[in-house]
């Protein structure tokens, strides 16, 4: 096995590579570069004979890929003799390979140097005159998507290479800053007679594109403005309105005397879809997404929980409750539910199906819960076979209720209702068709036609409470051809 040892070129400038750097890729014959698409390669050509990676660009889709390879050609080539991979800048800095390397190299008993030179974090700073001991974030361009970004901090915005990739990073860094923000574009960091930079607006970047190439970076400067954009400004406002200072009314709300909230917000969620008003849909979920933080807030006062264990907790739920995506396991996606169940009752620790029926929440709507009952049930094969067996139960809990009616019998009244209900729910759920949206279509369809029916009266100069029920009847069925 040989020793592999991981150099930085530096920024750019050949002044900014190490002694220890240089000394040692003059003294190599085994010399490999991620790419040489570098200024500092351009003067060490004549000094070093050297192997570029750069086709690994060519043949892979994505980075990820090309990083992977690059390292898993390093490590081969390693196992016969030593080397020097050489890397731009810093070898810590920004450099995905490295740390797949000494990954691979401790699973294949490699030994590993890293000999660093100037990063151009560094040259960044030191080119545009500010201390990094304000604090600063650095993030690759191409995970941006998945990078939380702060604008109290510096942030340093790496690989852009183009103006495609200035467009992506535009509309995301849109998302946490005003448009108006001031933006750096920062060519050539570190390299005389190159360096460049550019204060724009955030909204113009992508605008520049002569500016864009390998050298290019971009730098934030932090922002005083504030966009309150993610669930943890809603954390922190929550936080003042429950502090000594804050709301009285905030201050003593408890689990308990929230618990209604949540149930109405949720409910008015419902309704802004079906209004299709994307406007009042973001304020509702803003509502609900409040009760939620609310309560983590209170859990967090009391010790028992947090916003983070809130979060821990669904993901890893999802996780769990999601094999075929997370660890790739063959699922029948035609019996997902079943399989969803099933992991449901894993995770409750549950050994029966009774028990996944008395977890149903009992604050749930009647007709929900019925639909819930059923479908659990049926995962296990209780359930109707044929419609047809359905329609039938639906007569003769209808033919009992009037039974029942006929002698008078209270009790069994309300019983033999709820077996009615809970019959037309199973022919709902046969039929594909929801019973709670159903009803409310006939709710809807009742208030629009009453609504005729007033409407009416008092063009007659009438009361309805002044009116025959026959005279009512006729304005109804008028009703039900608006």
């Not at 009647?366 to 639906?394: P, R, S």
Request: glycine share 4%; aromatic share 10%; with cysteine.
């Amino acid at each position: 096995m040989g020793k592999i040892s991981i150099v930085g070129l530096g920024p750019g400038d050949y002044s900014l590579i190490s002694q220890g750097a240089l000394e040692l890729l003059q003294s190599s014959d085994r010399i490999f570069l991620r790419t040489e698409k570098h200024p500092t390669v351009d003067q060490l050509k004549n000094q070093i004979n050297y192997t570029s990676l750069d086709y690994f660009y060519e043949k892979e889709e994505n980075f990820e890929n090309v990083y992977f390879h690059i390292s898993e050609f390093i490590i081969e080539k390693a196992k016969e003799g030593d080397l020097v991979y050489a890397v731009p800048g810093h070898p810590r800095v920004a450099e995905k390979t490295v740390g797949i390397i000494e990954q691979l190299a401790t699973e294949n008993n490699i030994e590993v140097e890293v000999i660093a030179s100037m990063s151009f974090v560094d040259a960044m700073f030191n080119y545009l005159a500010v201390d990094p001991a304000d604090g600063f974030r650095l993030v690759d361009a191409f995970e941006l998507e998945n990078s939380p970004i702060d604008p109290r901090t510096n942030t340093i915005v790496t690989q852009v290479y183009d103006e495609f990739i200035a467009s992506n990073v535009k509309l995301k860094l849109m998302d946490y800053y005003d448009d108006e923000q001031e933006v750096y574009i920062v060519n050539g960091a570190g390299i005389k007679g190159l360096e460049q930079k550019v204060p724009v607006k955030l909204y113009e970047i992508d605008r520049y594109r002569e500016l864009f190439d390998y050298l290019t970076s971009l730098y934030i400067p932090k922002s005083s403005k504030k966009m309150y954009n993610t669930v943890y400004d809603l954390q922190s406002v929550m936080k003042i309105l429950r502090s000594p200072d804050g709301c009285e009314w905030d201050k003593k709300q408890t689990h308990e005397t929230l618990k209604k909230s949540l149930i109405e917000e949720a409910y008015e969620v419902n309704q802004a879809i079906d209004n299709d008003d994307i406007d009042e849909l973001i304020e509702e979920l803003g509502d609900v997404l409040l009760q939620v933080i609310f309560h983590c807030e209170i859990g967090e006062e009391e010790g028992f929980f947090n916003l983070g264990d809130v979060t821990s907790a669904i993901c890893k739920k999802l996780i769990h409750r999601h094999p075929h995506v997370f660890k790739r396991e063959e699922i029948d996606m035609n019996e997902f539910d079943k399989t969803w169940e099933n992991l449901k009752r894993e995770e409750k620790g549950e050994t029966t199906v009774t028990e996944g029926l008395k977890r149903i929440p009992v604050y749930l709507p009647a007709l929900m819960k019925a639909k819930k009952i059923q479908k659990k049930a049926a995962l296990v094969g209780f359930d109707w076979e044929d419609i047809n067996d359905v329609y039938k139960k639906v007569v003769e809990e209808y033919q009992e209720l009037l039974d029942e009616c006929k002698s008078g019998n209270i009790k069994y009244i309300k019983e033999e209702l709820g077996d009615l209900l809970f019959s037309i729910v199973n022919l709902a759920r046969f039929l594909k068709v929801d019973p709670e949206e159903a009803l409310n279509i006939t709710n809807d369809k009742f208030i629009k036609r009453f609504d005729f029916v007033e409407q009416s009266a008092i063009k007659l100069n009438k009361r309805l409470e002044d009116m025959t029920l026959e005279e009512m009847d006729e304005l109804w069925e008028q009703a039900k051809f608006q």
